[in-house]
């Protein structure tokens, strides 16, 4: 297994089981490495392995939702694209957010700056498509978080339910919830 595809399966381990939960037992199982194999590609064990991960999902992240945001287009097919793109990004509700993950626990204080430079990221990119719509900034801002806070808020309650019916409203909805007059 290439880096690339144990750090996509660490993802998943530190989705399941949080930071704390991620042991190097259940990450070097996930990889199909041995635990020395880990220390060899992240000398500083765990911390490491999920700097990695938080920088993979970030890329994915940009790719997915923030480039279709930021490209050619009307706003308001912009925003449809991120939403598609969202549900994509969480399988459809089936995964967590990793950057939520991530500031909980031990991992906040390791994690903080980066997970809030990515929420910041999104936020911003989203108010300023919703200027682009002919709202002011503030407004524009405040419909961002809203959205922000119902993806977040509806992927827990996706994993509370075990079920990813609300997750597929909700974004299919999303869009309309945030060019609504």
């Not at 490495?33 to 064990?45: D, E, I, N, Q």
């Not at 700056?113 to 999104?122: D, E, H, S």
């Not at 990813?164 to 869009?175: K, Y």
Request: hydrophobic share 40%; charged share 25%; net charge negative.
């Amino acid at each position: 297994m290439s880096k690339e595809d144990a750090i996509a399966q660490f993802a998943q381990i530190f989705r399941t089981y949080g930071y704390e939960g991620a042991t190097l037992s259940r990450l070097s199982k996930a990889a199909g490495l041995g635990k020395a194999s880990l220390y060899h590609h992240f000398p500083r064990g765990k911390e490491e392995m999920a700097e990695a991960v938080l920088e993979y999902v970030n890329h994915c992240f940009q790719e997915l939702v923030l480039e279709p945001l930021q490209g050619k287009g009307k706003p308001a097919e912009r925003i449809h694209k991120m939403s598609q793109n969202i549900g994509e990004f969480y399988r459809f509700g089936q995964d967590s957010c990793l950057l939520s993950i991530l500031s909980m626990g031990d991992a906040k204080d390791l994690f903080n700056a980066p997970v809030k430079k990515a929420f910041a990221t999104w936020l911003n990119t989203l108010a300023g498509v919703l200027v682009e719509a002919g709202y002011d900034s503030a407004e524009a801002y405040r419909r961002a978080e809203d959205a922000i806070i119902q993806v977040q808020g509806v992927l827990v309650l996706s994993r509370s339910l075990d079920s990813t019916d609300t997750f597929e409203r909700v974004i299919q909805e999303l869009p309309d919830n945030l060019l609504k007059d």
